[in-house]
């Protein structure tokens, strides 16, 4: 397996292009199941989960094509795919597939919709919590379904198609939206969603769909209309830019000092994450070319957080946003609201020297003078990136183990920071 090996203590400096976010991506991708005509994506990026759904969507019979690269086009531009099920050959998404993605589990809402049945894994917990799919089968069974349970597989049928209905949801997801959102565009009548998430992949996602030929009025504020149509078409659409990767350099400049400009990077996507950020003494401009970044000289100044669902500060970014609180300058306070058990990367930055304790949701971190390199491993994306940043700044060298997380989330990178000034190497491993 391969390691990132980083040597701390040196500033960044120099651009760094903001890929396509993976969590508009994947939604993108399934919703090409909605039609039979072909869905053609830009601004895809180039990660394993992508990669991962394409073989998943290829069971149900998506083709799918890509456009090769270009002479002189950058390695780290977007690729652009086309995807197309003309025909679905199979409503089954088995466990091995699902229990490697969760996010998968979503082709339960266009299969159900299009073909009136889905019979698809329950995906099971994972590193960060239960997480559990009740408010998705919630949803559906709103819109008419019959669902069942059976053998770790939910069985969802609606063969005289599904009814537009109203639809409240206890409590905000994303997951729980982008279903809710797939399934009611090929239904009888109106639905309403009351208190959707309103998370910017939701709004990509119902961009995309009106593209399609769905009508949805209110993606982005706290109730969503949607009038069923017969039929969706194809469509053109570019992924939006990923605002987890963008807030994530961010606070790896803002760790190390520096002067960085995020290409492509869209300010109003992570307002709440770049307040914050700015508190604790960085400098954050936005320019026609992106978001600048710049900490030089003033330390870090200790700032409190609490995750909430947009346009709060994201769950996705309180591990990067603790690990650059290790060397403030003073004690903050990280709670988190969205999953239970997302501190797993608190061990992990001890073994740099953070000074972190837990007290129930809460994460109370100490600021040290000073991080130190060691071996760390992490059990999710967002906590194994929030290492990194730690490394960044650490005196030593630093060895990030099990990188396939990394790797399901950020494209390029070592590249990205490595171009930037970062000391970042990956290793191969044949053990
Ligand atoms: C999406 O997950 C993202 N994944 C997550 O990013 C992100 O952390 C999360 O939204 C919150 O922003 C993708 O977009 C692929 P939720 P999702 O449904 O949709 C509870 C990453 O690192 N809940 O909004 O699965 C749930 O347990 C990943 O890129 C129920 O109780 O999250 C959680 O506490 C990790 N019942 C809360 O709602 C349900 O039926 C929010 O979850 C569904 C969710």
Known sequence: MDRIRIVGGHQLNGSIQISGAKNAALPLMIASLLTDEALTLENLPRLADVSMLVRILGNHGVDY????????????????????AERVVDTTAPYDLVSKMRASFWVVAPLLARMGEARVSLPGGCAIGTRPVDLLLMALERLGADIEIENGYVIAKAPHGLKGAEIEFPKVTVGGTHTALMAAVLAHGKTVLINPAREPEVVDLAECLIKMGAKIKGAGTSVIEIDGVAKL?????????????TGTYAMAVAMTGGDVMLQGARPEL???????????GAKVSATNEGLRIQRNGAGISPVDITTEPFPGFPTDLQAQFMALMTRAGGSSRIRETIFENRFMHVSELSRLGARIRLEGDAAIVDGVDKLNGAQVMATDLRASVSLVIAALAAEGETTVSRVYHLDRGFEHLEHKLGQCGAHIERLSNPG
């Open 65 to 84: 094509s890509i456009n090769g690269k270009r002479p002189g086009e950058a390695a780290i531009a977007g690729q652009t795919v086309h995807l197309r």
């Open 233 to 245: 078409g194809g469509a053109r659409h570019a992924v939006l830019p990923d605002r987890i990767e």
């Open 270 to 280: 992570l307002q709440g994450a770049l307040d914050s950020l700015v508190q604790a």
